[in-house]
């Protein structure tokens, strides 16, 4: 399940409906960073680690070995699991890859210095850093290093270094270090496994293994909005790589996407809408959009079918998730971004340079809007469409729309989604979301 656009499409409310169908969901490549949303009847789970799987009490759960992982972050996630449920997954169904990344405080502080891109703030992009640079500590480091006070303080040496280059307060102390490594064995060293030969055993014994993205194909560091991306390949090529089994196992590739877009942090966005009036308020306003992990409001735009385009060249998506069309409801018209005008010339594709893509003017087409329907409704018509009618419980409008949208990425929308509850989705009769919503956990 991959993001197509710049996040937040509503990737934990589609791995949630996927789960009891898998007997493992993995997350493969960032942090926490990630904010994954989940609506089972009252309860709202805001995930940022835990794969969202989890609902699922029969699905083991993996943390990648391409992901970075803040620990005391973590450690919150379970804590607040355990008070929802009762359950401690650690060690019994959920496991860290020993060669995911550690976030560390000073990873955190480096964080703080940014002012260009607009990172959450997580440590993510520093903690990348280090592991390309070959400093960084990985699981399976820790346990290696934790004794060794020479090797502590180096690493300490290291860190204040840096923060002093980009004036950030804070310093790190050897002891203190120390003294967080060593919590950090103790409270995981259950979980903490070799999570790649797990998975490949799995899928020898038939096992069904769901990969969860985290951010969007326009926040991938090679493919996207550079300089203003997260520091992780998001798509299809690093979802197998970053859970440490190879490519040829994937099946089916889904990319999801709202019926609009969004973007929270810095960086050209061509179909930006106003956020305090007109249809752009309305996405922000009846789409809640403000970020699940930074509470940051989200800027809100028209779908844009190139940015889309281009998320399919790279992840080949055999089937798109659509969501938040309940949002779009009683507009009077609904525009979609076909291509983009740059110096008086038409283009399909995004540019790879941001100062050219800020340039870049949208060439819309223009569609009727559909009337509004209260979340009770919505729900009602997805239990009609799950009793058998599928797409055709959709006024024609709405299909028009869809299958404009099917048209230009050529792949066939599979889901619809319409409200934030994990009932609220529309499936195609008999395709890959066509199936019965598993008991949940709580
Ligand atoms: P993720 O990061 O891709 O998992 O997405 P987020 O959870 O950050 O953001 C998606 C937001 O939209 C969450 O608040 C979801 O509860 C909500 N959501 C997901 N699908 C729908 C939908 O079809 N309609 C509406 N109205 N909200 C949705
Ligand atoms: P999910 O998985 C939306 C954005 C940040 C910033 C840029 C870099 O919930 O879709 P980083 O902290 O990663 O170095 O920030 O990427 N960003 C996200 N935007 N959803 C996310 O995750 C995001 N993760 C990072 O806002 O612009
Ligand atoms: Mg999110």
Known sequence: MLGAQWGDEGKGKAIDQLAAHSDWAVRFQGGNNAG?????GDTTLKLHLLPSGITAPNCKLVLGCGMVVDPWVLDQELERWHALTGEQPEGQRLFISERAAVILPFHRLYDAADTLVGTTGRGI?????????????????????????GAIRVIADRMNKQL????????????????????????????????????DKALREGEEILLEG???????????????????????????HGAGIHPGHIEQC???????TTRVGNGPFPTELALDEG?????????????TTTGRPRRTGWLDLVALGGSQRINGHTGMVITKLDVLGGMDELKLCVSYKLDGNETQSVPASCEDLARCSPVYETHPGFPTLSPEE???????SRQGGGFDVLPKTIRSYLTRIEEAIGVPVVSVGVGPDRRASIASSDG????????ATF
């Open 378 to 384: 919505w729900i009602d018509l997805a239990d009609e």
């Open 432 to 439: 890959p979301f066509d199936i019965h919503l598993g008991e």
């Open 164 to 199: 002093g280059t980009v004036g950030v307060e804070g310093t790190i102390d050897p002891g203190q270090l120390q003294s967080e490594i060593s919590w950090v064995i103790g409270r995981f060293s259950d979980a903490i496994r070799p999570t790649g030969p797990m998975l």
């Open 125 to 149: 992009g520093p903690t990348y850093r280090d592991r390309t640079e070959r400093v960084g500590l990985r699981f399976v480091d820790l346990s290696h290093v934790v004794d060794d006070v």
């Open 214 to 240: 985290a951010q969007g194909a326009m926040l991938d560091i090679d493919q996207g909005t550079y300089p203003f991306v997260t520091s992780s390949i998001t798509g299809r090529a690093n979802a197998t």
């Open 279 to 291: 249809p752009g308020r309305q996405m922000s306003e009846m789409g809640n959009e403000f970020g």
């Open 36 to 40: 994954h949303t989940i609506v089972i």
């Open 254 to 260: 889904f990319g999801i996407s709202k019926a609009y």
